[in-house]
C-alpha cells in the first residue's frame, strides 16, 4: 500500500518536476515567471487526446506528438510576444502581464472552438495494473515516472554537458556578459522556450492521460510553480528536488490523512518558503549575480 | 584596422560620447586615459556592440561594424569589461570554454591560458566566484583570448590590482600584442598604458581632447600635469 502510494507521487512529482524546470530554466536567464507556460501544458494534453483520438492508440506516440507541438508553440510565444518586449528592455511587469494575456486567451480559445468538457484519453492503456514483487502498481505511472525521468536526465546532460548547456549556464549568470564571449543570446534564449515547452508539452500528455484533458487543465501549473519556489526558483536541481517532495507529499496527505488537506499543503508550503527562505532550497543568491 | 567616426552616445539626457573619432592600427597598442565618467567605457560598449550609439560609425576592416554583439565578436573583436564579469558560479575552465565559444575546439586556448597563468590550471576546477580579484583579472584576459581575437579590447585591466601584479598582466598585454594581437585599453593607470602603448588618447568629458603616440603624450605637459604628476598611479607606484 505504502509503496504504491509512493510510486503515484513520484509519478505526479516527475511531472511537477516537468513543468518546473521550465519555470526555473526561463526564470533563471529573464528573472521572470513564464505564465503562458501552462497554455503549452493545455496544448500538450489536448494533442495527445486527439492523437489517440484520430491517429492511433499509442501513448508514446502522442506523448512525442505533444511535446513537439507545445516545444513549437513555446518558441512562438517567446518570438511573437516576449521578444518585442525585451527589446524594448521594459520594466519584467509587462512580460508576467502578456503571459497572464496569454493563459487566459489560450484556455478561452480552448472552449470557443470547442468546448469545456472532460475529455477522457481514448485509450485501453490507462486501466492496466502491473504485478510487482506481489504489489499492483498502475502501469501508466510507471510509465510516466520513467518517461518524465528519462527526459530530466536527458535535460540533465544538455546543461552540463554540451556547448549550449555552458552557455545557458553563462546566461542565467549575465547576458550581456555571455554576449561578449560571441554566444547569440536572443537565440539561446528561444531555444530555452522551446526546451521548457517540450517538457511542458510531454507534461500536459501525461497529466491528460490521468485526469483527460480540459480546458483549465493547465493550471496544474501551479503546483510546478510552488516546486520551483520551493527548491529555488532559477535552480534546475531545486525544481526537481521541490516537484518530487510536492508530489510525494501530496499523495501522503491525501492517502493518509485528508484529501481536502491536499492543495492546501502545497500553498501552505508555499507561504512558509516565502517567509522563512524566499530564496529556497537550492535558488541563487543575488551575490551569485556578477 | 579599427575607424571610428563621429561617434555619439548618451544616456538619457547624459551626453556620454561627443564625437569621437580615432584609427587604429592593425598590430598596435592604444591606450585611452582620462578621468572617471569621461565615457571611456561607454566608447568599448559602443565598439562591441553591448551600447547603441546615437550617431557616427565604427568602421572595422573596411565594413561598418554589425548590430549584435556576438557578430562582433565573430569577426575578431573581444572585450574584456570593466569589472571583469566572469561567470562565478561556473569553473575557471568552464569560464574559458564559455570563452571559446565561437571556436571549434577549446584545447589550444587553453593550453596557452595555463601557458600564460600558471594560477589557472591549478585552480581550473574552482568556482571563478572564489578566485582573488588579481586571478578573476586573469581569467577574464585569458577568456577574453580564448576566442583568437585580431583585436582585445581591455577596460581597466589594473583595476584594484597591487603593483607588482600590474606589472604582470602590463607584460602579458605585450606578449599578447607581440602575437600579433591588436590591442584597445582603458588604463586609469597612465604611466603603465604609456608606457606599452604604441598611440595614445586624453579622453575628457566624452571627447578625444588629445591624440599622439604614447612616447609624445607621455612628454606632454598638461598630460603629465593631470595624469602623471598627480596622485595618480605615478607617485603610489614602486614598479
Ligand atoms: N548605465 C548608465 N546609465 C546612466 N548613465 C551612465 C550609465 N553608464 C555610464 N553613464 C554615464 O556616462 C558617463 C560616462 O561613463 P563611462 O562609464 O563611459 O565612464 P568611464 O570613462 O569608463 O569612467 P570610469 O573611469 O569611472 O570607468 C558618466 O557620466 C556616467 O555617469
Ligand atoms: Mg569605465
Not at chain 1, 54 to 57: C, E, I, N, P, Q
Given at each position: 500500500m505504502f509503496i504504491q502510494q509512493l510510486i503515484t507521487g513520484l509519478s505526479i512529482g516527475s511531472v511537477y518536476a516537468l513543468m518546473a524546470v521550465g519555470y526555473s530554466l526561463i526564470y533563471s536567464l529573464l528573472n521572470f515567471t513564464n505564465f503562458a507556460h501552462s497554455v503549452c501544458v493545455m496544448v500538450g494534453a489536448y494533442v495527445s487526446y486527439f492523437f489517440l483520438l484520430?491517429?492511433?492508440?499509442n501513448i508514446l506516440a502522442a506523448a512525442l506528438c505533444s511535446l513537439v507541438v507545445a516545444g513549437v508553440l513555446s518558441a512562438i510565444i517567446e518570438k511573437v510576444a516576449y521578444q518585442p518586449l525585451l527589446d524594448k528592455n521594459v520594466n519584467r511587469i509587462y512580460l508576467l502581464i502578456a503571459g497572464l494575456g496569454i493563459q487566459i486567451v489560450g484556455e478561452n480559445l480552448v472552449i470557443v472552438l470547442l468546448d469545456g468538457r472532460f475529455h477522457a484519453y481514448p485509450t485501453t492503456f490507462s486501466s492496466i495494473p502491473i504485478k510487482l514483487f506481489g504489489i499492483s502498481i498502475g502501469l501508466i505511472d510507471l510509465i510516466i515516472l520513467g518517461v518524465s525521468s528519462l527526459a530530466l536526465v536527458l535535460v540533465e546532460l544538455l546543461i552540463r554537458k554540451t556547448k549550449t548547456g555552458l552557455a545557458i549556464r553563462g546566461a542565467a549568470s549575465d547576458l550581456n556578459t555571455t554576449a561578449l564571449m560571441g554566444v547569440p543570446v536572443r537565440r539561446l534564449i528561444t531555444i530555452v522556450f522551446l526546451l521548457a515547452g517540450l517538457l511542458a508539452g510531454l507534461a500536459g500528455s501525461f497529466t491528460g492521460l490521468k485526469y483527460t484533458a480540459y480546458p483549465s487543465i493547465g493550471s496544474l501549473t501551479t503546483k510546478a510553480f510552488i516546486s520551483a519556489v520551493f527548491g529555488g526558483l532559477g535552480s534546475i536541481p531545486g525544481a526537481v528536488i521541490g516537484a518530487f517532495f510536492l508530489g510525494v507529499s501530496e499523495t501522503m496527505i491525501a492517502a493518509y490523512v485528508s484529501s481536502s488537506l491536499r492543495d492546501m499543503f502545497s500553498f501552505v508550503l508555499l507561504v512558509v518558503v516565502l517567509v522563512i527562505r524566499p530564496t529556497g532550497l537550492m535558488g541563487k543568491a543575488t551575490e551569485e549575480k556578477a | 584596422m579599427l575607424k571610428i567616426e563621429n561617434l555619439q552616445a548618451s544616456y538619457g539626457k547624459i551626453q556620454a560620447l561627443r564625437d569621437i573619432s580615432f584609427e587604429l592600427n592593425e598590430g598596435e597598442i592604444m591606450s585611452i586615459i582620462g578621468a572617471n565618467g569621461a565615457g571611456k567605457s561607454t566608447l568599448m560598449k559602443c565598439i562591441i556592440g553591448l551600447q547603441r550609439p546615437d550617431g557616427g560609425s565604427v568602421i572595422y576592416r573596411g565594413r561598418p561594424m554589425g548590430k549584435s554583439t556576438y557578430k562582433t565578436v565573430q569577426n575578431g573583436i573581444v572585450l574584456v569589461p570593466e569589472g571583469r564579469w566572469i561567470f562565478p558560479a561556473l569553473t575557471v575552465e568552464e569560464n574559458l570554454k564559455l570563452g571559446a565559444y565561437i571556436v571549434k575546439s577549446p584545447d589550444e586556448g587553453l593550453k596557452r591560458s595555463f601557458r600564460m597563468f600558471p594560477k589557472l590550471e591549478e585552480r581550473k576546477k574552482q568556482r571563478a566566484g572564489t578566485l582573488s580579484g588579481g586571478e578573476q583579472q586573469m581569467l577574464a584576459i585569458a577568456r577574453g583570448l580564448m576566442a583568437n581575437p585580431k583585436l582585445i579590447m581591455l577596460d581597466e585591466p589594473s583595476l584594484g590590482l597591487a603593483p607588482l601584479i600590474i606589472n604582470d598582466i602590463m607584460n602579458i598585454i605585450k606578449e599578447i600584442n607581440q602575437q600579433g594581437v591588436t590591442v584597445l585599453m582603458v588604463e586609469q593607470n597612465a604611466k603603465k598604458a604609456l608606457g606599452i602603448a604604441h598611440q595614445a588618447c586624453v579622453m575628457e568629458q566624452g571627447r578625444i581632447v588629445k591624440r599622439g603616440s604614447a612616447a609624445q603624450l607621455a612628454q606632454d605637459e598638461s598630460v603629465i600635469a593631470a595624469y602623471l604628476g598627480g596622485n595618480k598611479g605615478g607617485t603610489t607606484d614602486h614598479g
Open positions: 484520430l491517429v492511433a492508440d | -
